[in-house]
């Protein structure tokens, strides 16, 4: 039988807390339910207890005062209730009967989706938890913090109301707002392929976010700090900040060669709008990458504090040579120097606001810049300088080999880990001047989507008639190198899908890199490639892209069923 636990919080009118306690445990006895009272007055609490999770089956009454109840009971309770209303009738409290006078309203929830690129998984994610919502019949507020900014902005009312607060990103979010609030950290993909399940894992085991987290304090470090993800996402949270730089940097670059040809940057050309172009994108645009990458890591790590040690050791890691290598060296660095740093210095209370403007800054930076100069740099520089003439120089069957490395990461899951870490990979070498590895990064991650599309119109009878008709969306994602279009239909029949995806990705990686592609900007798709400059050798490009998106087609169309084999509706198996 499941039990019920009813917490009365009298404040002052302990007599009639008790009297609401008793007429409880009657009503209770008489219906045969066990049942334990905690009672809460000025005084103190008595007879303290503690329910199971939500999904235990037990139910928790909250009598008093609504505004009496902390977030975590808010969340948990099944019922709030008045002392009136439980007095004036015990037994339509306990069943919880239409007419009884209690304040019900639905779960309120408030989420922050975002991706490294801000593009397919931030909605997609946002999409799930609404689903969800809906099915569980909560109110959600979701705020998309995309490539374009934040969208559909949550409000402080909102957030003041909300029972739970759900983060749902791949990299790191500011979490100042929600000081007070419980609140649970995911990466997007439960929320894309479980939005309710993440939203009944939030209800049950958010965290109250710490209370230093709403001002630029060293405590906000700490309570950041204490849930995050391990380097991954920390790399992830420095990707997705610099990559506005290397987007803007490479296609202004890209125009000066189309306006100045390939010597716009000669002194000759100083003065010309091509010269400008190139100065911004350049010396300006790429030279902000690499401190951007590490200063973003390290505030994934350390908060706010660990920005300006970052950025700094970033700097110093481009003058040294070191590049973007040196660049993840220098944010971690910093970020888990900062880190710890904040967590040994200890300060009277009224010094606490020296910590994050003054104190870790500047022995961050220390720390960042000694390490950077006398330790890290020279062999970082090394490393990198070895690592972009063995690129620069691939030919034949090196080329080819890495070529079909990075097209089947791309494939491999689609925007998920794998995928990621080898456009992280091919990203850091644009600030290196090494383009090969983008452009075959991209086709790559191009290839998926377009070869679901083309398979739907060759193969129809191994699709059902929304997949058919879905495949059309899942071309122009693909043309826009959004990887993620593919995805409803790997997680149909991933066994055979996603091998068929991956064979074509790394065709497309292969004849890329073979044909010594280059591709200047990191994002796009099809849409970049008019560009002048912007890619080399645009007809073996093109044609790396059409032989994979075939390759993986027919191989769709060979190893699937026709639907009739297996049924239109055999039920979808999860990423």
């Not at 909300?162 to 007070?180: H, M, Q, S, W, Y």
């Not at 990461?409 to 070498?429: E, H």
Request: hydrophobic share 55%; charged share 15%.
């Amino acid at each position: 039988m499941n039990r019920i636990f009813a917490i009365v919080d009298a404040r002052d009118s302990g007599v009639t807390g008790v009297l609401a306690g008793e007429a409880l445990r009657r009503a209770a006895r008489d219906v045969g339910s066990p049942i334990e009272i905690e009672l809460r007055t000025t005084q103190g609490i008595v007879n303290p207890v503690s329910p199971g999770p939500a999904d235990s089956g037990d139910r928790l009454l909250f009598v008093g005062a609504e505004d009496s109840a902390d977030a975590a009971i808010r969340a948990r309770a099944d019922r709030l209730l008045t002392l009136e209303a439980v007095l004036a009738d015990p037994a339509a409290a306990l069943e919880m009967k239409a007419g009884a006078q209690q304040a019900e309203r639905p779960r309120k929830i408030v989420a922050i989706t975002s991706c490294p690129t801000g593009i397919a998984h931030t909605f997609m994610a946002a999409e799930g938890l609404q689903e969800g919502a809906r099915q569980l019949g909560y109110d959600i507020h979701v705020e998309t913090q995309g490539s374009v900014g934040a969208g559909n902005p949550l409000t402080p009312e909102q957030i003041a109301e909300a029972d739970v607060v759900l983060i749902a990103a791949d990299r790191e979010v500011d979490r100042a707002r929600f000081a007070g609030k419980r609140v649970l950290v995911s990466n997007t993909k439960p929320a894309i392929t479980g939005g309710a399940a993440l939203i009944q894992k939030a209800l049950a085991d958010a965290k109250v976010q710490g209370e230093g987290a709403n001002a630029p304090a060293a405590g906000a470090a700490t309570a950041a700090a204490s849930d995050r993800a391990g380097p991954y996402k920390h790399l992830m949270t420095g990707v997705s900040f610099m990559l506005p730089f290397v987007v803007a940097g490479g296609l202004l670059i890209a125009l000066a060669f189309a306006l100045g040809g390939i010597h716009a940057n000669d002194d000759a050309a100083a003065g010309t709008l091509a010269h400008a172009l190139f100065t911004i994108g350049a010396k300006a645009g790429f030279a902000l990458m690499v401190p951007a990458l590490a200063g973003y890591i390290a505030y994934s790590i350390a908060d706010r504090p660990g920005i300006a040690p970052g950025m700094i050791g970033g700097m110093l890691a481009s003058s040294l040579g070191a590049g973007f290598l040196g660049g993840i060296a220098a944010g971690f660095i910093a970020g888990y120097g900062v880190d710890a740093l904040n967590r040994v210095i200890r300060l009277p209370k009224n010094l606490q606001g020296l910590k994050p403007v003054l104190i870790l800054p500047l022995l961050g930076t220390l720390l960042t810049g000694l390490l950077m100069i006398y330790a890290v740099g020279t062999p970082v520089a090394a490393v990198l300088s070895f690592l972009t003439e063995w690129l620069r120089g691939m030919q034949g069957s090196n080329a080819i080999l890495l070529g079909l490395i990075l097209g089947a990461m791309m494939a491999f899951d689609m925007g998920g880990p794998v995928n990621k870490a080898a456009y992280a990979f091919s990203v850091g070498l644009v600030a290196a001047q090494v383009y090969t590895p983008m452009a075959a990064t991209m086709a790559a991650g191009m290839t998926p989507p377009l070869a679901i599309a083309l398979a739907t119109r060759l193969f129809a009878n191994r699709f059902t008639a929304d997949e058919r008709e879905a495949g059309a969306a899942a071309a122009v994602l693909g043309l826009a190198f959004i990887s993620e279009g593919a995805i409803p239909f790997a997680a149909r029949d991933p066994f055979r899908v996603i091998p068929s995806l991956m064979a074509g990705s790394a065709v497309t990686g292969a004849i890329s890199m073979f044909a010594g592609v280059e591709l200047r900007v990191p994002h796009g798709g099809i849409f970049v490639l008019p560009i002048p400059g912007a890619v080399t050798h645009l007809v073996a490009y093109v044609a790396a892209l059409a032989a994979g998106v075939v390759v993986s087609a027919l191989l769709i169309g060979v190893l699937k069923r026709p639907v009739a084999e297996h049924g239109a509706h055999a039920p979808a198996v999860s990423e």
